[in-house]
DNA sequence: AAGACGAAAGTGGTTGA
DNA sequence: TCAACAACTTTCGTCTT
């Protein structure tokens, strides 16, 4: 940033909350947050211990923050009596090689988990609970012979379906690089080996994100919701890709709620075809007699 | 001219023998 | 492993606004 006066690009922050140009003394800024501690701390020590905050435990960084190492460097292990140092020098070694070849595969497959997750805009959850999952695949050899995006990109899938924020085989393949059928056959073989249960997506689930996508208001997905409910208790539903009723159904409410979209945008920002829009939308116009439009 | 509609043929995935 | 099948897509011609 620079100085809207001078042109200038030094800055300080006088005081607190104010942020001034050093050069022409122009107040660029005021009332900011300050988020400095209310306490000082005159060393290190002190630091450590008055912050309250650490970083967090978490399963998206490979160790969680924190790892296990036997004996530190070559002193330690002096301290041990002679005849054992030799057998605790060989679990060290083992040790080290097993989560040295265990944290080299998490740590690659954890960055691209972050990538993914933030190119398909994943909430935290979604991120924590498929780094708990592929740790556990790694534990029970899942990852072998077959690639770790994959392994990580089915995570994706069934997780962000069972946390009711569902992502599509489309979009998670675009963002991941990575063949649907791929994404499909690590997918059942995970889900299988890691005992997770799966049921369909729901199409409402995808309502609140394309129907942003969109420019939608409230109502229209209050609407559209609503429709699929009605649709839901007589049975429409059972075989249909949730993708096509979540776009039928929207591009009914916001025709319903004055906010006509064309079909193409819908199908476009949803992934299917007009097509399918067309088709679901005659079933939902004749069984529920959604006749109130004029 | 753009959008909506629908028929027909093609595609990928599931199911049941 | 194979064939049958339903859902969905692609393509394209026609109708409507």
Redesign the pocket.
């Known amino acids: 940033m620079t100085c809207p006066d001078c042109g200038s690009t030094d800055f300080s922050k006088e005081g607190k909350g104010e942020l001034i140009c050093k050069k022409c003394g122009i107040v660029l800024d005021e009332n900011m947050i300050d988020d400095s501690p209310e306490w000082r701390a005159f060393n290190a020590e002190q630091r450590e211990k008055k912050a309250r905050a650490g970083s967090p435990i978490t399963y998206t960084k490979h160790d969680m923050g924190l790892s296990t190492k036997i004996g530190k460097g070559s002193g330690e292990l002096y301290k041990v009596a002679g005849n054992k140092r030799a057998q605790y020098y060989r679990i060290r070694k083992w040790h080290n090689r097993l989560t040295k070849s265990k944290d080299r595969n998490l740590g690659f497959a954890l960055s691209e988990l972050n990538r993914l997750v933030s190119q398909l805009n994943l909430p935290r959850s979604v991120h924590e609970e498929v780094a708990r999952l592929y740790e556990k695949a790694v534990d029970k050899g899942l990852v072998r012979g077959r690639s770790m995006e994959s392994v990580i990109t089915a995570l994706i899938y069934t997780v962000a379906r069972k946390q009711g924020t569902p992502r599509t085989l489309d979009e998670i393949s675009d963002a991941s690089g990575i063949e649907?059928?791929e994404i499909?056959r690590a997918y059942r073989y995970v889900a299988r080996e890691l005992d997770l249960k799966i049921r369909p997506a729901k199409p409402q689930d995808y309502i609140p994100r394309f129907a942003g996508d969109l420019g939608l208001s409230g109502e229209v997905q209050a609407r559209a919701r609503r429709i699929i409910e009605q649709a839901k208790e007589q049975d429409l539903l059972s075989?249909?890709?949730p993708t096509?009723v979540a776009a039928a159904s929207l591009y009914i409410a916001a025709v319903l709620e004055g906010e006509?979209r064309?079909?193409?945008e819908v199908a476009d920002t949803v992934?299917?075809?007009?097509?399918?829009i067309?088709?679901?939308?005659?079933e939902l116009v004749e069984e529920i007699g959604l006749h109130e439009v004029e």
């Open positions: 649907k059928r499909g075989g249909k890709g096509g006509k064309t079909q193409r992934g299917v075809t007009e097509v399918t067309r088709n679901r939308y005659k």
